[in-house]
């Protein structure tokens, strides 16, 4: 059995107790940018109920062209007026550099990507780049809280960067 | 206060009773694209415990060339091997187009983004084309299992798209 089978099993488990539906749009207008490593859990990080926050996220938290994308579509059609990012202690991201993955694929597969792997080697100033690419962005009309912090692994704590 | 300051509040809860850190990959080896509706508690969906899997989440649930970098990092540098897409029921991207979306951006702003919006019209066909986008890519090594899934918000069920 593939693990997409055994989370399947879990979906049967959740569906039996679950009530809704909820309103689509968040209750507490609210969008965070998160990093997708498997050890933040974003709901129970920040105490979120369903139908509470839209959270959004990728590889290092990292505001790209896509993540400018759905807080558009998040703040002009869903509402929302607070931006959370959240990148976090041990990130994968710190530990290489754009030019080597992107010669590493290019010599795996002969393509090499024309897109930034956006790894970085400080995660506070990385955070403050995301909160920059948000600021200076002509899509977002709600920027008066945007706030970043750093997520540790090993205390389970946020801690605010100052921008 | 801030709904920010009081999901600070709930994280020192949350820290309390904290116990880490778990190790860097996916123990689960598998990465998750959904949307970023504030609905979807992936976790809880799949019965996934911290640790275990990448979730990488936006509007819509689609798979862009950000998509494409997160799953690249993912599977190229922590390992992952199986891919669960989900979409769901009810959500914003099926109430509006791209058109008529950025030129309201356009009014506003006097800009008009260059990045489509990604909006669809059909669910089941658009699971069917973020699964295409995965397998059509040089970037992405494993491909075996790369399975679709609407997420029902009345029930909590995952539904699979055949391909």
């Known amino acids: 059995m593939s693990v997409t089978d055994e989370l399947l099993a879990n979906n049967r488990a959740y569906a039996a107790q679950f009530s ?24 129970r990080v920040l105490g979120l109920q369903e139908g509470e926050a839209h959270v959004i996220r990728n590889a290092g938290g990292v505001v790209t062209e896509d993540e400018i994308r759905s807080l558009a579509i998040s703040q002009r059609l869903l509402g929302t007026r607070e931006i959370i990012l959240i990148h976090h202690t041990d990130c994968g991201m710190l530990t290489f550099t ?19 792997a956006e790894a970085f080697g400080d995660l506070e100033e990385d955070v403050r780049q995301s909160v920059a690419r ?30």
Chains 1, 2 share one sequence.
């Open 20 to 43: 809704g539906p909820l309103p689509l749009p968040p209750a507490e207008q609210v969008a965070v940018v998160a990093c997708m490593d498997a050890r933040i859990d974003v709901y």
């Open 98 to 116: 754009d030019d080597d993955f992107k010669r590493s694929i290019q010599q795996d597969v002969g393509v090499k990507p024309a897109w930034a």
């Open 134 to 163: 948000i600021v200076g962005n002509p899509f977002l009309p709600v920027k008066d809280s945007v706030r970043g912090f750093v997520f540790d692994v090993a205390t389970g704590e946020l801690t605010e960067v100052q921008l």
